[in-house]
């Protein structure tokens, strides 16, 4: 693998650093199990495709000819829109989701499965894009860091970490239903019970949230069910994957590390990292290294 000067083996296409899932286990089966929920070609959508065109700040066009790094790539609901602009895409996730990538018969295409703190870099890339997973990792701010050493001088880094919650880790979710899950309930009995009833438990949860004046705080904390009604464009059968697939997410990630705006600002300051564009909504910054 020419941009980095690890030793890999090879299997199925995958250059392998690390054959071991880690603490990303549950991610490798989510998107094994439920590979295509979020793929915009799959489902007549343009969900994806629109996040990411918010989080670079441009249009997809903005790829043309690059060589671009995608972390924490997944099943690829990012990567079917890089690959077809940039001029090589290389893809890396620690979890199996990297076999079911659905870039990966595409020719400027390369699969790496490896902890992405554990490269060492070579051959450097136009652009580095990592979307979502800052927040799942040990460190976000060791994590931020390493992202630099991939990019060309006047290459390009995009990212984003989830903002915590208004209340911290007085949230529900965090003091209440991710222990609860993580230590009574097994991953696979709680997807099981999610897909046989999560028609009736997001009835539940929205008959909830109308009784508390349409209040998602209120009903997450009856029901941490996953519900994306008047917020995403998606049919009823989706919205039901798309809580399944999201509830796993959230209840079960091994580490979830939130970092606020102004905590990302500061620490790329730190770095001596240029922020071009930012978005406090998405938490998500397109920077490059200070000359």
């Given at each position: 693998?020419?941009?980095?000067?690890?030793?890999?083996?090879?299997?199925k296409?995958?250059?392998?650093?690390?054959?071991?899932?880690?603490?990303v286990?549950?991610?490798?089966?989510?998107?094994?199990?439920?590979?295509?929920?979020?793929?915009?070609?799959k489902?007549?959508?343009?969900?994806?495709?629109?996040?990411?065109e918010?989080?670079?700040?441009?249009?997809?066009?903005?790829?043309?000819?690059?060589?671009?790094?995608?972390?924490?790539?997944?099943?690829?609901?990012?990567?079917?829109?890089?690959?077809?602009?940039?001029?090589?895409?290389?893809?890396?996730?620690?979890s199996?989701?990297?076999?079911?990538?659905?870039?990966?018969?595409?020719?400027?295409?390369?699969?790496?499965?490896?902890?992405?703190?554990r490269?060492?870099?070579?051959?450097?890339?136009?652009?580095?894009?990592?979307?979502?997973?800052?927040?799942?990792?040990?460190?976000?701010?060791?994590?931020?860091?390493?992202?630099?050493?991939?990019v060309?001088?006047?290459?390009?880094?995009i990212?984003?970490?989830?903002?915590?919650?208004?209340?911290?880790?007085?949230s529900?979710?965090?003091?209440?239903?991710?222990?609860?899950?993580?230590?009574?309930?097994?991953?696979?009995?709680?997807?099981?019970?999610?897909?046989?009833?999560?028609?009736?438990?997001?009835?539940?949860?929205?008959?909830?949230?109308?009784?508390?004046f349409?209040?998602?705080?209120i009903?997450?904390?009856?029901?941490p069910?996953?519900?994306?009604?008047?917020?995403?464009?998606?049919?009823?059968?989706?919205?039901?994957q798309?809580?399944?697939?999201?509830?796993?997410d959230?209840?079960?990630a091994?580490?979830?590390?939130?970092?606020?705006?102004?905590?990302?600002?500061?620490?790329l300051?730190?770095?001596?990292?240029?922020?071009?564009?930012?978005?406090?909504i998405?938490n998500?910054?397109?920077?490059?290294?200070?000359?």
């Amino acid at each position: 693998m020419q941009y980095f000067n690890n030793n890999f083996i090879e299997d199925k296409g995958v250059h392998i650093l690390d054959k071991d899932d880690k603490y990303v286990a549950n991610f490798g089966k989510q998107w094994r199990d439920h590979v295509d929920i979020q793929i915009d070609s799959k489902n007549g959508f343009n969900c994806s495709k629109d996040l990411l065109e918010n989080v670079i700040f441009s249009d997809i066009k903005y790829f043309q000819d690059k060589t671009v790094l995608e972390i924490g790539c997944g099943a690829g609901r990012f990567s079917e829109h890089i690959i077809k602009y940039a001029k090589e895409l290389v893809l890396v996730d620690l979890s199996q989701a990297i076999f079911f990538n659905v870039a990966q018969e595409s020719t400027n295409c390369k699969r790496i499965k490896a902890d992405f703190l554990r490269l060492i870099p070579n051959k450097k890339f136009d652009v580095v894009v990592c979307r979502g997973v800052l927040q799942h990792t040990p460190s976000p701010k060791e994590s931020i860091k390493k992202l630099y050493e991939f990019v060309k001088d006047e290459g390009e880094v995009i990212f984003d970490i989830y903002p915590p919650p208004k209340i911290g880790y007085f949230s529900p979710k965090y003091f209440l239903w991710r222990p609860l899950f993580k230590n009574l309930i097994e991953y696979e009995s709680c997807e099981k019970f999610l897909t046989d009833n999560i028609s009736l438990l997001l009835k539940i949860k929205r008959i909830i949230r109308k009784i508390f004046f349409n209040s998602r705080f209120i009903s997450d904390c009856f029901l941490p069910v996953y519900d994306y009604k008047d917020v995403l464009k998606l049919n009823d059968k989706q919205l039901e994957q798309w809580a399944v697939l999201d509830t796993l997410d959230g209840m079960y990630a091994e580490y979830e590390n939130p970092m606020s705006f102004k905590r990302v600002i500061n620490l790329l300051d730190k770095y001596n990292v240029e922020i071009k564009y930012s978005s406090k909504i998405h938490n998500a910054f397109r920077t490059s290294l200070k000359k």
